[in-house]
């Protein structure tokens, strides 16, 4: 019997260790990845390039609309700039024009030329200054002044003798 019992134990034995060398190598087959073909790496190299082809696509695409954005804008500001710098130049040449048309005025008048009268012009306001021979000598000069186109006001500082 003892013979019976260690032949049934012993396969019993046997048995398990075989039991449980295959539970581990059933195991360790789970936990092995499968290895990628040649083709797989070969796809995912291509999808891999094309989406940074994508990417790179999209930053260009992005960096070409900042750069128009900041050609317009720069291109908007040097507009604006000249057309500043056209506007001062055309007053300054209008404020000389009117400068040139009031002094021809009042050089034309037979009271007024004979005398040494300042006429200075700013964005179409006109200052008289200096003297004048009579009251109504100085009251035509504005009104000569006040004639000339562009002219916007006129600010009489002529000195009459008393």
Do not use: W, Y
């Not at 990628?36 to 070409?64: C, M, Y």
């Amino acid at each position: 019997m003892n013979i019976r019992h260690f032949s049934h134990s012993g396969s019993q034995r046997i048995l398990s260790i075989l039991g449980v060398s295959a539970l581990a190598l059933g195991l360790a087959a789970c936990d092995k990845q499968e290895q990628p073909t040649v083709g797989q790496k070969l796809d995912s190299a291509v999808q891999q390039t094309e989406q940074a082809a994508a990417d790179a696509k999209v930053k260009a695409e992005n960096a070409l609309e900042n750069a128009e954005t900041k050609v317009e804008e720069g291109a908007a500001k040097v507009q604006s700039g000249a057309q500043e710098m056209g506007t001062a130049a055309m007053g300054a040449m209008d404020d000389a024009t009117i400068t040139a048309q009031v002094s021809a005025g009042l050089a034309k008048d037979p009271d007024l030329s004979a005398f040494k009268i300042d006429v200075d012009t700013r964005a179409g306001a006109v200052t008289l200054s200096g003297p004048a021979p009579n009251a109504s000598a100085r009251e035509r000069a504005e009104t000569i002044a006040k004639e000339v186109k562009g002219v916007t006001s006129v600010t009489n500082n002529l000195k009459v003798p008393s």
